[in-house]
């Protein structure tokens, strides 16, 4: 509630700096006896605008290039009338920054609601159907409303943006945030190419740390790769040098995405295996937050000292607490002892396997037996984590322990997959009906301000004469996909191969969306528009990234520390490509 009104707050103060004044242009000082002595050089407005009533405005001051303007000067166009513009650098600016800091907001929203929703309905339809499309619906509406409004030919300057978008989206995916998440979950390798959860020793060795994932995630790298058939079959009329194919190509094209589309979702609610690994990894963090809070609870002491470091005296008498036999080891019995007296309320708990899990946490040695170093490292792990989770504003008080708890608590109940979900939730009707809230107040943020995000990007792109495309594609992904990649970021840092193959899943669920539901919107904008096809070297780069990550990790499971350069250097190269194509030899 608080995000929402200080969003409205901003949205008043940005209606209330609208300016609507008008420049004076040449076919107004004609009408001024004392025009034949002015210089155009500095036109300032006269505060009042036609149609716009004689209430005072704001002056907007304007240099022309005296002689040659013999036309009325340009202004911006205020969208749906009353959205504030503006005609400047810092102008434009500042209104992609706002514009796009809404969408980021719709795409929470959006996602919020959809895993509120997957509580209540369960894995099956939800989670395979609705929450990809849901994740990729931000991005789509962009793309639609890129070249819906205006002229045919506005349209199709216009519908660069879309392209920038779907282009840029899908390379950092595959780029910067594969490659960041190589680096923040890298752990040592072993000698026959496997890393080792939670130990870290090598540092950076290019060859000897690195990240591992599991079997079913090269498969979605695969899916991923196949997931490029549209965009090869759009170019084929390129390719062979004709022009009397495209709209055939175009509509081919648009079949064979939307099929996809609709077997990828089906795939989704018949193998939601993605969903159930996050489910698993969620209650580990349950347990994790449960411990840290009845530790607190105890007359221990504070877990964190003030400067956020772990407090080693507190943590060595709650390990000689649970050393009952005194060996100077935490056995697995005595582990379940402390698991098995924490009351963890809603989760349907394992005792067994929770123990295993803190014990494959904590047992760098492997020894099935945790010593009093490795139980402070551990610990010390998880107060890492706890601080990533939650926003404490630098304090590390009791509350903020029980902050996390209750965090986890929320991730819990919104990714539940039992198969009788319903029953085994507190307020079913008021979850469903915030999930509904959500996903509506996502979906009208998202609609609202798509189309002033495109016309920002096409004013700040007209003021600079950079192309509205680089714009697009720099800028517009940070909006739409930052959530994500922060999420991301963060179960990647977790350093076991568990989390980091639910990770790079993601992303490549995410571009396998972007190649499907977002090219099928763009291609049918595109047909029915009658706009022309000319993104040859923007495709060229979506397939070059796509496939060559897409066989790079579809083939092998580790991946060490040196294949992220490979993916930071994707990045310039596509920039750059795209740029020598169309700049340098006329693609475009």
Known sequence: MTKAFLSLLLLLLLLSLQGQGRYITESDSDSDPDSSSSSYNDLVSDGIGHGHGSQPSLLLLKRSSSSSSSSSLETCEETYGFLPCTTTVLGNLFMVLVYGSFMFMGAKY???GSEHLLQILGPGVVGGLFLPILGALPDALLILVSGLSG???TAQQQVLIGMGLLAGSTVMLLTLL???CVVVGKCDLLENSTSVDSEETKGCSLTGSGVTTDVPTSHAAKIMTISVIPFIIVQLPKVFHTSSGNRIAILISLIVATAFLISYCLYQVLQPWIQRRRLAYVKHKRVISGILRHVHKSALGKLLKEDGQPNKDVLEKLFHRLDVDGDGCVSNQELASLIIGIEFEEID????DAVKKIMDDFDTSGDKKIDKTEFIGGISRWLEEAKCSVSHGGSYSKKFVDDFHMKTREEYDTIDMSDEVVEGVENPSWISFKAALMLLVGTIIAAAFADPLVDSVTN???ATNIPSFFISFIAMPLATNSSE??????FASRKNRRTTSLTFSEIYGAVTMNNILCLAVFLALVYVRHLTWDFS???????????????FTSFRTTFPLWTCSVAYLLYPLSLVLVYVLDYVFGWS
Do not use: P, Q, R, Y
């Open 110 to 112: 959006l996602s919020t």
């Open 151 to 153: 002229s045919k030919e």
């Open 485 to 490: 990649a922060v999420s991301a970021i963060i």
């Open 178 to 180: 594969w490659g960041s």
């Open 537 to 551: 070297a923007e495709v060229l780069v979506i397939l070059i990234v796509c496939i060559v990550m897409g066989l």
């Open 349 to 352: 708990l394992d005792h067994d």
């Open 460 to 462: 700040f792109s007209n």
